[in-house]
């Protein structure tokens, strides 16, 4: 069992940044790939990104290439999604997910085995 809790969602102007934050507990934390999906009003959720427990392999969708990063520090239990040069369309509920399956995690409609309760990201113009 996996619990995944978030935070650092908020209201931001389109081209800032925020930092999401997930904390991770639960056993044999090892054997699963952390992701981030999010979800806009009316439409379904996507992936994000996603990484390895090691932290050597990291995976995003193209739309966030090169604008987020994800990360994880073991030693904390924590996975972390810097987002930057944010727009409007970037609105959406964040989750966090864990998986022992990379595909489950970043699958372009996720279904991994556990979820956080999601934070909210807005971005203004």
């Known amino acids: 069992q996996v619990q995944l809790v978030e935070s650092g969602g908020g209201l931001v102007q389109a081209g800032g940044s925020l930092s999401l934050s997930c904390l991770v507990s639960?056993?044999?934390?090892?054997?699963?790939?952390m992701g981030w999906s999010r979800q806009a009003p009316g439409k379904e959720r996507e992936f994000v990104a996603a990484?390895?427990?090691?932290?050597?392999?990291?995976y995003y969708t193209d739309a966030m290439k090169g604008r987020f990063t994800i990360s994880r520090d073991n030693g904390k239990n924590m996975v972390y999604l810097q987002m930057n040069s944010l727009k409007p369309e970037d609105t959406a509920v964040y989750y966090c997910?864990?998986?022992?399956?990379?595909?489950?995690?970043?699958?372009?409609?996720?279904?991994?085995?556990?979820w956080g309760q999601g934070t909210q990201v807005t971005v203004s113009l």
């Open positions: 990484i390895n427990w090691s932290g050597s392999a990291t």
């Open positions: 997910a864990a998986d022992r399956s990379l595909i489950r995690v970043s699958d372009r409609r996720p279904s991994a085995d556990y």
């Open positions: 639960g056993r044999a934390l090892s054997d699963y790939y």
